[in-house]
RNA sequence: GCUGCAAGCCGGCUUAUCGUCCCGAUCCCGAUAUUUAUCGGGAUCGGGAAGGAAAGUCCGGGCAACACAGAGCAUCGUACUUCCUAACAGGAAGGUGUCACGCUUAAGGGCGUGAUAACAGACAGUGCCACAGAAAACAAACUACCUUAACCGAUCGUGCAUCGGACAAGGAAAAGGUGAAAAGGUGGAGUAAGAGCCCACCGCCUUGAUGGUGACAUCAGGGGCAUGGUAAACCUUACGAGUUGAAAGGCCAAAUAGGUCGCACUCACGAAAGUGAUUAGCUGCUCGCUAAUAGCGCAAGCUGGUGUGAUUGGGUAGGCUGCUUGAACCUUACGGUGACGCAAGGUCUAGAUAAAUGAUAAGCACUUCUUCCGAGUAAUCGGCAGCAGAACAGAACCCGGCUUACAGGCUUGCAUUUUUU
RNA sequence: GGUUCCGUGGCCGAGUGGCUAGGCUGAGCUCUGCAAAAGCUCCUACAGCGGUUCGAAUCCGCUCGGAACCU
């Protein structure tokens, strides 16, 4: 029971009793990584998101994830700030969706002017997130 | 009661579900070595988690590394005085100037209240002061004024006459106009006309006395106008400043390349290209691919090469530390006009690192407007309900200031106005 | 996090305290049968606020915006 829960800690076999957790272990901060995504990652546009994707260097982490705000946009950091909590807390409630089995890094980068409201938020990340999961496995298939 | 100004203070709260970071306790799992310990991960419980400006980075310090005999020059900064302070371009108290208002004087001026000032020096030197104006700085003299001598014209009173014009020599700087600024001001005396030439008051310069820690003030004497503005122009004087910033500094330390030591191999054919073989590596094995098979010596062996194992120095990726107990905060007493100091008691109050407290729902409190009700003569106030709104803004090593942004609320003081007495 | 610099018409760009040059673009006119070229005229400016000065694009302070560098 607790090794198979070690061997994938993001198990959402029938999604109760579910936690929707965020550590900091699903969040990219390897500046190595960092570099590599954004030199070698595909990505594709979503309004208010661009989504940069890459299967993961080491496999054996969770899905990484990477969320900016650009500051020559939002000037001022409390604006960045709350749009940045805003898609944490979108992706924390809705990321079960993502199942694609090799783990993946990707980067979640603003590009909207202004702030939209948290409903508009999370319904365009369960988008995004359900797209990943179509289109990152046949990518990993050919190569 | 309302409104405004100034100073000081505050800068939403509660509950539910889910979630983030840090600390502590208990438990579980994995790795390493010796029962137990270290490291990493997780669960539960408990506690804590952005500001008055966290901002701008405009000053000043702490802390750290490096540099450093002493003195001078250069560069940069500061600039009324005294004090506060770890320090400051900050603050407190005072001085002086300017402006406004009021009172007063015949006027010049004096006194009071408030605001405000980058408020050292322009008789150390250099530069600049456009246009206008005669002249913009050791004064000079355009118009106008006055005197003297001679000339010309007009008049009638026929004179050393009066009026006008032009020229020359001289006097003087009062009047005119220009300008941002024109060479002390006002009044008098004086004169051919005038002038600090002289007089009174004021201003200025200077000497002395008294008071004050000092800036400076007051009084007395002398000078007789000599001293235009500009130092946020160069500059002078006095004082101060070593450079770089936590991405500083310290510790640990993969991979790759390097050093040292050990072990294995370093052959055959061919003119050469190449072929085979051996060794080593990649692979579970074969195939295949890659690298080496060189020099000296009779030989042992030595030097070199390839592969591999161990070890080692520097230290990259990365991690840990620096990191939050501090010129700390609160209360009270005392000293000081005050900034502030000091004593006693109490408190522990963020520590992230692609960077944290946030999402959803409900309620309370606050503000504006509207309807209704109540109180009051009225200005206005209170209550129920509804709609809308809710600022500026996010720690990045830490403090002290300054500056800038800011919905709304509270306290104190002052002022205007309204109502009542 | 820190350091340095810049901001002048629609665009480029000169201007060391005294009327803000010049070029390109745009509009109009002249010339031409029409156009091009040329010539003439016009439009639109010192990032904002405050101070020093008689006078500020220039000197000083604050604010806003932009760029580069350190890593």
Redesign the pocket.
């Known amino acids: 029971m607790?090794?198979s829960?070690?061997e994938s800690?993001l198990s959402f076999g029938d999604g109760q009793g579910v936690?929707?957790?965020?550590?900091?272990?699903e969040?990219?901060?390897?500046?190595?990584w960092?570099?590599e995504l954004?030199e070698k990652g595909s990505s594709f546009y979503l309004y208010p998101f661009k989504v940069i994707h890459q299967p993961h260097p080491d496999p054996t982490l969770p899905h990484q994830v990477?969320?900016?705000v650009s500051s020559?946009q939002f000037?001022?950091?409390?604006?960045?700030?709350?749009i940045?909590?805003?898609i944490?807390?979108?992706y924390?409630?809705q990321k079960h969706v993502l199942t694609i089995k090799p783990t993946i890094v990707f980067a979640i980068i603003y590009t909207a002017k202004e702030i939209l409201?948290?409903?508009e938020m999370?319904a365009k990340i369960l988008i995004a997130l359900t797209k990943l999961n179509n289109f990152s496995a046949p990518v990993r298939g050919e190569a």
């Open positions: 607790k090794n829960e070690r800690p936690r929707h957790t965020f550590k900091k272990s969040r990219l901060s390897k500046e190595k960092i570099q954004f990477l969320i900016t020559r000037k001022k950091a409390v604006d960045r700030n709350l940045k909590r805003r944490r807390e979108a924390r409630i409201p948290f409903a999370k």
